[in-house]
């Protein structure tokens, strides 16, 4: 995607913003790590008003409404209260509503995920596709989400669809090709672009995180362990030195497993779980490279965010990682063909161990790369999509 340069008249009207989003967390995944980056850089320019259920962010200009929440099981009655609520104290006296969740009300709705919609019933047919409508006639839960996302995609109002990578437009046209005119694309940003961090500043970032000072240290960032892709890193590890260990940040929720397994394998004292960070650039700091095996992504903003600091990065390929369009293997990134692959995955960490000029290469181009994706410029084309919806709903 070619981002351009936006320059905002002085004059333009400040508008009241209502934001929604559930977690508005710091720790949270990168969603809402690209929700706070909007709102942070537009705070100033407009009146942005943030509805979540769980908030721990605080921003001069941003008021917080906190919406109750009364249920966390089962998962689609709470979205659909959060809707229901939110739709109620945002039907009026705001200017534009943008929703970073499953609603069916906001002028502009931003999507993360692929749609459900793709994922039940596209490559399905005949018989195939029947059986996954009784699938979905059966069960409330689908019903719900399925419902939910048609009204969001649903074009009777004007409205915009903001896209979060490049490769979700042909995936979210097969689902619903009708909202085509509707369609832009803002990928995540940076705030900076640090560059790499010296010896003195990695040793200190170690300390920090109770990591070794010494040995190949390699981050993997991500809440969904399974889907980021941890099991194949786990396993590519038994073939890298003994020197070398892994820094999980995110959730912990399903870090359990993942120790059973790093202890069957005779790693237990090569990975180390540390939470989720509320900065994590901590973890980039302190770090040799960023492994991202992921199994499913649109984007994937952890990966522009090692970019910025200055890592050598291992990514999967386009089909599983959206910002893998962007990325000319062996240019920016290792790209993986299969993230399943735990010897193609450590054949490519052993290179970055060992070859430095590659190291410098991928550094310099990263750099480079990530220069082009400031959160300053994406944020004004988040804007000007706010006046022209409030324009038309004038």
Request: hydrophobic residues 45%; contains cysteine.
């Amino acid at each position: 995607m070619k981002i351009g340069t936006h320059r905002m008249d002085s004059a333009v009207k400040r508008l009241r913003i209502a934001v929604l989003n559930r977690h508005f967390l710091s720790t949270g995944g990168g969603a809402e790590r690209y929700s706070m980056a909007l709102v942070e850089q537009l705070a100033a320019q407009h009146e942005i008003h943030v509805f979540a259920q769980q908030v721990d962010h605080s921003w001069p200009g941003v008021t917080y409404h906190r919406v109750p929440k009364f249920l966390s099981r089962p998962r689609w009655l709470n979205q659909l209260w959060y809707a229901t609520a939110t739709w109620w104290q945002t039907r009026s006296g705001f200017d534009v509503v943008h929703s970073h969740e499953n609603t069916w009300h906001g002028q502009v709705q931003t999507m993360h995920v692929l749609p459900i919609k793709y994922n039940l019933f596209v490559e399905r047919q005949g018989w195939g596709y029947a059986w996954r409508w009784v699938q979905v006639l059966l069960s409330v839960r689908l019903l719900v989400y399925l419902a939910l996302e048609y009204s969001r995609f649903s074009l009777k109002r004007p409205r915009t669809i903001v896209l979060a990578s490049q490769t979700l437009v042909a995936q979210t046209l097969t689902a619903y090709p009708a909202c085509k005119t509707a369609i832009q694309v803002i990928t995540p940003g940076v705030d900076r672009v640090k560059g790499a961090s010296t010896v003195a500043e990695k040793l200190s970032a170690r300390k920090v995180l109770g990591l070794p000072e010494s040995g190949y240290c390699i981050v993997f960032v991500g809440n969904d362990y399974r889907k980021k892709g941890l099991e194949t890193l786990i396993q590519a590890l038994k073939f890298l030195p003994s020197s070398s260990y892994v820094a999980v940040v995110g959730h912990i929720a399903q870090a359990p497993l993942f120790k059973a397994q790093a202890a069957a394998a005779g790693l237990e004292n090569q990975v180390y779980f540390l939470g989720p960070l509320p900065d994590v650039s901590l973890a980039y700091t302190c770090s040799d490279c960023l492994a991202h095996p992921t199994h499913e992504d649109t984007f994937a903003m952890v990966v522009l965010e090692a970019l910025s600091h200055g890592l050598p990065v291992v990514v999967s390929s386009v089909r599983y990682c959206g910002i893998a369009a962007l990325l000319q293997h062996e240019r920016e990134a290792l790209v993986l063909d299969d993230p399943r692959n735990a010897q193609a995955l450590a054949q490519a960490l052993l290179r970055l161990m060992n070859d430095h000029a590659l190291v410098l290469r991928l550094q310099s181009a990263g750099l480079a790369f990530a220069n082009r994706y400031p959160w300053s410029v994406l944020a004004q084309q988040q804007a000007l999509i706010y006046q022209t919806m409030a324009a038309k709903r004038v």
